[in-house]
């Protein structure tokens, strides 16, 4: 049998989407359909700075592992933010672009990073998928590497290897097995319950329905919709280009299992809608749009439908996206996530470490301070 060898791929056509997929097991957001997706519909590519550069682990023709990477020209999409590390690089005369980042692309969600294929031997697989992109980052001349929202056990390697971590913080909710929305509205404090009350019943009293869509019953013109209504509210707001039409309807046909949209109407007509990615255990809510402002419809529309929909399907955790402090008066608590950080210039890495020492111990602090406001009643 042959040594491991170790290929880049640029493309992700260039790997077949069931060798792939036993790498990326039941995780939807590492899956070949939705990384095809986000490269075919031109969401991550180049013109928006994310050249993709995997790094993949071949025994001959056998995919062993793989490691999604990019070259980033930019820190938009990522969700952990380092636009002050970059500003410090360019006050110095250095260049902090490009970068190379692992991560999946616009979406904060916490998962394997180092890929591997089931039967292999795991752990020299991961180690040598990380060593690889570290040597690739110092032989390419890059300011950087850094993975995003590495589960805990490629964080401990990846700590293990010389990476610095990074904590920040992120809102989930959980379903200890309530049997409907008011059991759950039952285990919080009076407040919380009256004003989650207070918005859903503005929202009936507006005349909105919401209804909420599988996947499997999705229609292109409600994708059509939903696309429409995010890239709205994006312009709105000002945001930088990020995801598309063509992106929605891909993994609309794609990954029908995975995908569920909660559209809102008033007087017949669709005026707003949410975008949730599900799996038998959690369900992520990813993204939302409305062409009409009503007080108490985003958290219906992004939150409570999606509570609902948890409870009736037994789902445990609701991942409610990237920050949003105002989510722990909903019944949202809050819960590390981490990154890994590796920088060339080693002035700038014993400065950063030393920010992100600091930085850790306030964001403990903070999730003492937000636990201690929880939402829900006071044992006694």
Known sequence: MNAPTLKIIDNLADINAVDWDALAGKDPFVSHAYLYALQESGCATAQFGWQAQ???????????????????????????????????????????????????????????????APGSKGEEVRALLLASALQFAKESGVSSLHCLFPDDSDALLMRQRGMMLRQDVQFHWQNP??????????????????????ERRKVNEAGIELQCITGDDATAEQWAFFASCYAHTRQIHHSPPALNDDFFQRIGATLPQHTLLVIAKREGRMIASALNIVTKDVLYGRSWG?????????????????IEFCIA????????????????????????????????HPEFA????????????????????????????QQS
């Not at 993949?56 to 793989?66: I, S």
Request: proline share 4%; aromatic share 16%.
């Open 313 to 344: 399907h037994n789902i445990k955790t609701f991942e409610g996206g990237a920050q949003g402090e105002h989510k722990l008066a909903r019944g949202f608590l809050p819960v590390n996530t981490r990154s890994a950080h590796w920088l060339a």
């Open 54 to 116: 995997y790094i993949t682990l071949w025994q001959d023709a056998r995919l062993l592992g793989a490691m999604p990477l990019y070259l980033k020209m930019n820190s938009y999409g990522e969700h952990v933010f380092d636009f002050a590390w970059a500003d410090a690089y360019h006050r110095h005369g250095l260049r902090y672009y490009p970068k190379l980042v692992c991560t999946v692309p616009f979406t904060p969600v916490t998962g394997k990073r180092l890929l591997v």
């Open 177 to 198: 097995g309530y049997r409907d929305f008011d059991d759950f509205l039952a285990a919080l404090s009076r407040d919380k319950r009256k004003r989650i009350r207070q």
């Open 290 to 306: 409305t062409f009409e402002f009503h007080s108490g419809l985003h958290f219906e529309a992004c939150y409570y439908q999606a």
């Open 350 to 377: 014993r400065a950063v470490e030393n920010y992100l020492q600091q930085e850790t111990s306030a964001i403990s602090e903070y999730v003492d301070e937000l636990n201690d406001r929880s939402p829900f009643k």
